[in-house]
């Protein structure tokens, strides 16, 4: 069964760096558009980027110039580098697949990771 698994979470002081990554374990044929979320406490999830599967990218305006999306096709793996840290980043960062493919006509859609959390400090 197809399911994305989120690593690298940390705490980390404000100013810092971290890295996430989002692997699609399973029967992975190919993988549509990808999103980094996060949730803090008492507020709902929002998506923070975006990339498509051929790479073009999207940020929320919060985190425009301080995060990266990337994705490795040949992995079945999304990453989210993020910079310059504020303890406003702080939350659980889930990953969700648009439509990830297992044959070319057999597809999950919406699929969700069970997230990672991201604690600054400040």
């Known amino acids: 069964q197809v399911q994305l698994v989120e690593s690298g979470g940390a705490l980390v002081q404000a100013g810092g760096s971290v890295k996430l990554s989002c692997v699609a374990s399973g029967i992975v044929f190919s993988i549509d558009s990808v999103g980094w979320y996060r949730q803090a406490p008492g507020l709902q999830r929002e998506l923070v980027a975006l990339?498509?599967?051929?790479?073009?990218?999207d940020y929320a305006d919060s985190v425009r110039g301080r995060f990266t999306i990337s994705r490795d096709n040949t992995k079945n793996t999304v990453y989210l580098y993020m910079l310059s840290l504020n303890p406003e980043d702080t939350g659980v960062y889930y990953c969700n697949a648009d439509r990830i493919y297992i044959r070319t006509d057999h597809y999950r859609n919406n699929v969700w990771g069970r997230g990672t959390q991201v604690t600054v400090s400040s």
């Open positions: 990339i498509t599967n051929d790479g073009t990218a």
